[in-house]
């Protein structure tokens, strides 16, 4: 079975610096998925951005940005300029190709200190 | 245009109660979802509706839970014989068709507390 590992219970930032959030997986699989998700105290999960693994190219989404290590099975998601908006817990999570389910890590606390 | 939506936000049984949590899916969103966060965890997935159908169940933890779309578009998930181990906020997610790498667009939750 898949699973997402997320080591770091939590982590906290200046606000307008840079953080960066890990997260390794472990699959048998070549054709997979990667997501990072935000849930604010709303509960309600966003997804940040997502990453195809046959893609070599690590996907960017204005101040977030991926560094997918194939290889490694390490996919860490790095936030630039962090805002107060940013703070949240962070989910990493893996999806199989072919399958629907989110395989979800335990998640990550960012506070933004001002 | 509206996201989705779950019912009630909140709600506090005993143990022993049956309890109904309710899923409005996006319009059009053919592929529905239900995961469940306990306390500290990331979400887990329990089963995901393609249209009217359960495709794959695999995550409903035993009997006592059970879940129906009889229109293909709401959803209900049903809890018998509660349990204190149940309390845990429930998640509905849905997408446009199911299937990777549709996004999966989640509702807000209900937190189920078992007394």
């Known amino acids: 079975a898949q699973t997402v590992t997320q080591s770091q219970p939590e982590m906290s930032v200046q606000e307008a610096e840079t953080v960066t959030l890990s997260c390794t997986y472990d699959t048998s699989e070549s054709d997979y998925y990667l997501f990072w998700y935000k849930q604010p105290p709303s509960r309600q999960m966003i997804l940040v951005i997502r990453?195809?693994?046959?893609?070599?190219q690590n996907a960017t989404e204005n101040r977030f940005s991926v560094n997918f290590q194939k290889a490694a099975k390490s996919f860490s998601l790095k936030i630039s300029d962090s805002q107060l908006g940013d703070a949240a817990m962070y989910f990493c999570?893996?999806?199989?190709?072919?399958?629907?389910?989110?395989?979800f890590g335990k998640g990550m606390k960012l506070t933004v200190n001002p | 245009g509206a996201g989705v939506s779950q019912t009630p936000s909140n709600k506090v049984t005993e143990k022993g109660k049956y309890v109904e949590l309710r899923c409005d899916p996006i319009s059009g969103h053919t592929a529905l979802y239900w995961y469940r966060q306990s306390l500290g965890q990331g979400p887990e997935f329990l089963i995901y509706?393609?249209?009217?159908?359960?495709?794959?169940d695999s995550g409903l933890p035993n009997d006592r839970f059970f879940a129906v779309r009889p229109e293909g578009s709401v959803s209900t998930l049903k809890i018998q014989r509660t349990e204190r181990g149940d309390s845990a906020v429930y998640l509905c997610?849905?997408?446009?068709?199911?299937?990777?790498?549709?996004?999966?667009?989640f509702g807000p939750g209900t937190r189920l507390t078992v007394l």
């Open positions: 997610a849905s997408s446009t068709s199911g299937g990777s790498p549709d996004e999966q667009f």
């Open positions: 999570a893996y999806n199989q190709g072919g399958s629907e389910k989110l395989v």
């Open positions: 990453q195809e693994a046959y893609k070599q």
């Open positions: 509706f393609q249209g009217t159908g359960a495709a794959d």
